[in-house]
């Protein structure tokens, strides 16, 4: 039984650190977007690229737009944060009680 539970607990931790990795690039995402980023930089289009396909998606279910404002990041983050303390949390946990 152990053995499932240092596998969630891997899978916990690896999941934990992709959020956090996913977060910091939405935050670099929203920094970028305040300045005229040349869009023919790499790193502009590696931002673009990894964060443009989530965010389209809340930005077509949930048309958050006040003033020009783009609020999609906002809520990316927060239900990266709500994955993490509810998913992750509970992976970590059932990772524990298994012996991991």
Do not use: C
Not at 37 to 60: A, C, G, K, M, S
């Amino acid at each position: 039984m152990f053995v499932i539970g240092n596998f969630l607990a891997a899978i916990a931790k690896i999941l934990d650190i992709a959020l956090m990795l996913y977060m910091w690039i939405i935050i670099a995402r929203a920094v970028v977007s305040w300045v005229n980023p040349d869009p023919h930089n790499p790193i502009i289009r590696f931002l673009h690229n990894i964060t443009e396909p989530v965010l389209y998606q809340v930005r077509r279910r949930l048309p958050i737009n006040f003033g020009g404002i783009d609020f999609s990041p906002i809520l990316v983050l927060l239900i990266i944060v709500f994955v993490q303390r509810f998913l992750v949390q509970s992976l970590a946990e059932m990772a524990m009680k298994m012996g991991g």
